[in-house]
């Protein structure tokens, strides 16, 4: 377990915060809050939240280098302008499923918009299986189906080579590992133990490690991805950890989402700080 302190943010509670990505221009970080149809950018340096409300759940937010935001809500992918709150659709999916919607997504290192789609619960726990996909976004606004028949696409990134993608579809309880661009050989690359729960959101760290936010586990794991073996665990203090990505004026804090949607009464009397924003420290962190 780890010992190191973990400080809250962002304490304005979300019902699903997700995609957290730090924007460098800004000192601020950008994340969705999928369950309220917002997109939320909490600034360092002021310690205040703002946020745009859009007009359908979002799955996943990324930075535009001409400013603003590409954003993935409902099956559409749209740009966000901030300063005028104001989001275009850039191209509609999925037309023949209506009851799909993008989750997570990131920009890979040419910078193509990935994100994946997951069919919605029609009650709990009951939903339509291999009903997803993933899509890539690219600079001249085509779109391209990389994968099909997924569950529920969730966290993504690319190893320091650029050789690898690594993909998680939550249902299958693993992360698996693609060879980037021709999607070959597919691996099962880490799989759950029973703590973890299902996997989430994930990012890369600079020595090449996978840091995975584990979903109903209260914590984020590191993973090799060269033994698929877990080498750290840090436990947080909300159960339904979502998503982390690194942050801070040299990329060396880790920021971790968190949900409260999907927490009875009982378990939030538990659980106060569920649905915060986190912080850890620069590491090394003892586990």
């Not at 935001?69 to 709150?85: D, K, P, Q, S």
């Not at 320091?160 to 693993?174: G, V």
């Not at 990505?245 to 927490?263: H, I, N, P, Q, R």
């Amino acid at each position: 377990m780890s010992s190191i302190k973990i400080e809250s943010v962002v304490k304005e509670k979300n019902r699903m915060g997700e995609c957290p990505v730090w924007e460098e221009r800004e000192n601020a970080l950008v994340y969705v809050d999928i369950n309220s149809q917002k997109v939320c950018r909490w600034n360092s340096v002021t310690n205040e939240v703002h946020s745009v409300s859009v007009d359908d759940r979002v799955g996943s937010v990324a930075l535009r280098k001409s400013g603003g935001y590409v954003i993935a809500l409902g099956t559409r992918f749209a740009f966000l302008n901030w300063e005028m709150e104001s989001v275009t659709t850039i191209t509609k999916l999925e037309h023949d499923k209506p009851n799909n919607r993008f989750n997570d997504g990131k920009v890979d290192p040419k910078g193509r918009f990935f994100a994946g789609t997951m069919a919605e619960e029609t009650q709990p726990g009951v939903r339509a299986r291999c009903q997803g996909a993933l899509y890539t976004l690219f600079p001249d606004y085509s779109v391209v189906k990389q994968l099909d028949q997924v569950d529920i696409s969730n966290g993504l990134d690319w190893s320091l080579d650029h050789r690898t993608f690594f993909h998680i579809d939550s249902l299958a309880y693993a992360v698996h590992a693609y060879d980037y661009n021709v999607h070959t050989g597919k691996i099962v690359l880490y799989q759950l133990e029973k703590e973890e729960q299902m996997l989430d959101g994930m990012c890369i760290d600079a020595e090449g490690k996978l840091w995975v936010a584990c979903i109903d586990g209260g914590r984020v794991i590191r993973i090799d991805p060269e033994t698929g073996k877990r080498i750290q665990t840090v436990k947080l203090p909300a159960s339904r950890i979502t998503s982390c990505c690194f942050g801070g004026k040299d990329y060396s804090e880790m920021y971790v989402t968190s949900a409260y949607d999907g927490l009875d009464q009982a378990a939030l009397a538990k659980e106060p700080r569920a649905g915060e924003i986190f912080k850890l420290p620069p590491a090394p962190w003892a586990d």
